[in-house]
């Protein structure tokens, strides 16, 4: 049976089949969650499996090996956030939705998101969670014969906090989540 968590524990520790990684459109290591998945993967083969590929539009992602942290990582693009007027909603959607789609088409049954755009990419977090949730609780209607654990990594209270409470407003069963920091 399919469940959607939040828990406190950084995203190269939360222990999934695939974990996602919050990238830009280029596909290169950057900082924040990107260059901390970067460095836990060893940044040096992913960088070229990721050069390999080349390239990803923003509201969409692609999967590469994960080396030694997982065994894939998806790069999914989420938009800068501009004033939510400039289609940055149906983008963030859109990269959850093609996310999960990618465990499907590989066969992976567990994966760990970040709060994509969330960073430095400047989406207010409540926003974020709203979408996220949003898009993960859809997709796992559409595709309710397929079986995953998808669980949100946070490190801040504050956000893991708002994360349970945007599920409750949205009426989402949220699995309980653990401290593992």
């Known amino acids: 049976m399919s469940s959607i968590s939040i828990k406190k524990v950084s995203i190269t520790k939360v222990g999934t089949q695939a974990i996602v990684n919050a990238a830009n459109e280029q596909?290169?290591?950057?900082?924040?969650?990107?260059?901390?998945?970067?460095?836990?993967?060893?940044?040096?083969?992913?960088?070229?499996?990721?050069d390999k590929i080349?390239?990803?539009?923003?509201?969409?992602?692609?999967?590469?090996?994960?080396?030694?942290?997982?065994?894939?990582?998806?790069?999914?693009?989420?938009?800068?956030?501009?004033?939510?007027?400039?289609?940055?909603?149906?983008?963030?959607?859109?990269?959850?939705?093609?996310?999960?789609?990618?465990?499907?088409e590989n066969d992976i049954h567990s994966v760990g998101f970040p709060l994509i755009s969330a960073g430095i990419f400047g989406y207010p977090t409540d926003k974020v969670w709203r979408k996220a949730l949003q898009s993960c609780n859809d997709w796992l209607k559409k595709n309710d014969d397929y079986d995953i654990d998808i669980i949100f990594a946070v490190i801040d209270d504050e956000v893991y906090n708002k994360g349970i409470n945007e599920a409750q407003d949205l009426g989402i069963v949220i699995k309980d989540g653990k401290d593992e920091l």
């Open 27 to 50: 596909l290169m290591q950057g900082g924040g969650v990107c260059g901390h998945i970067f460095n836990a993967a060893g940044p040096r083969r992913l960088q070229d499996a990721c």
């Open 54 to 104: 080349g390239f990803c539009n923003t509201g969409d992602a692609v999967i590469t090996p994960g080396f030694e942290l997982c065994d894939h990582i998806i790069h999914a693009v989420g938009p800068i956030y501009i004033n939510g007027l400039e289609n940055e909603p149906q983008m963030l959607y859109s990269c959850y939705k093609r996310s999960l789609s990618l465990c499907r």
